[in-house]
C-alpha cells in the first residue's frame, strides 16, 4: 500500500508521496514509543491534550508563514468557516478524530505492549477503505482487498498469539508454553 499509495492516476509515482508516506509511519511508530514510555508519569488525557496543543501551536505557525508570504489570505481562511459542513468538520476531526482518539490511544498503550496496541491502530487502515467504498462510493481496487486482509490477519495474529515469558509491563504475566 505505501508504494500504490505513492501513485496516483493523473501524475503516476511520485517519490515525495513514498517519503512524506515513509516519514508518517515512522513518526507514528516513535509516537507510541514516546507515549508508551510517557504513560508512567502523565494520563492519557494530558499526554493527548499536550499533542493537541503541540499540533495547533504547529499549525499556527505554518499559517503565520502562509500569511506572512502572501500564500493564502485571511478572508480566504474565514470564509472556510461560514460553511457549515466545514465547522463540522473540524469539530470533528478537531475533537474526536484527534483528541478522543489520543486519550483512547494512550489507554491503550497504558494497559496494552506497544505492539499490540499499534496493531489495533492499524486496524484503521482497513476500516478507512471500507468506509470510503460505503459512503463515499469510492472504487474499491484488488490491492486495497489483498491489504485489507494481510492488516486484518496481523492485527488478529498479534492479539491472539502469546510468546511464552513475562509481559514487559511490571507486574502482569501471560501465560508460558508448555511443551
Not at 499509495?5 to 509516537?31: Q, Y
Not at 514516546?34 to 499536550?50: G, Q
Not at 491503550?108 to 482497513?126: D, I, R, S, V
Request: with cysteine.
Amino acid at each position: 500500500m505505501l508504494l500504490i499509495g505513492s501513485t496516483d492516476s493523473v501524475r503516476g509515482f511520485d517519490i515525495r508521496g513514498l517519503l512524506f508516506l515513509s516519514a508518517t509511519f515512522l513518526m507514528e511508530a516513535l509516537n507510541g514509543v514516546i507515549i508508551r514510555y510517557l504513560k508512567e508519569e502523565y494520563s492519557a488525557a494530558e499526554i493527548s491534550f499536550a499533542s493537541c496543543a503541540i499540533s495547533f501551536g504547529i499549525t499556527m505557525i505554518v499559517l503565520a508563514f502562509q500569511f506572512g508570504f502572501h500564500v493564502i489570505e485571511l478572508p480566504v481562511v474565514l470564509a472556510a468557516f461560514q460553511e457549515g459542513k466545514f465547522v463540522a468538520a473540524v469539530l470533528f476531526f478537531g475533537f474526536f478524530g484527534t483528541f478522543v482518539v489520543g486519550i483512547l490511544k494512550g489507554y491503550m498503550l497504558q494497559h496494552m505492549t506497544a505492539l499490540k496496541a499499534t496493531a489495533w491502530f492499524n486496524a484503521g487502515t482497513p476500516a478507512a477503505v471500507i468506509a470510503g467504498v460505503l459512503f463515499l462510493k469510492e472504487p474499491l481496487y484488488f490491492y486495497q482487498v489483498a491489504c485489507t486482509i494481510l492488516i486484518l490477519t496481523g492485527v488478529i495474529g498479534t492479539q491472539v498469539c502469546r510468546s511464552g515469558g513475562t509481559d514487559p509491563r511490571p507486574g502482569l504475566k501471560t501465560k508460558q508454553k508448555t511443551t
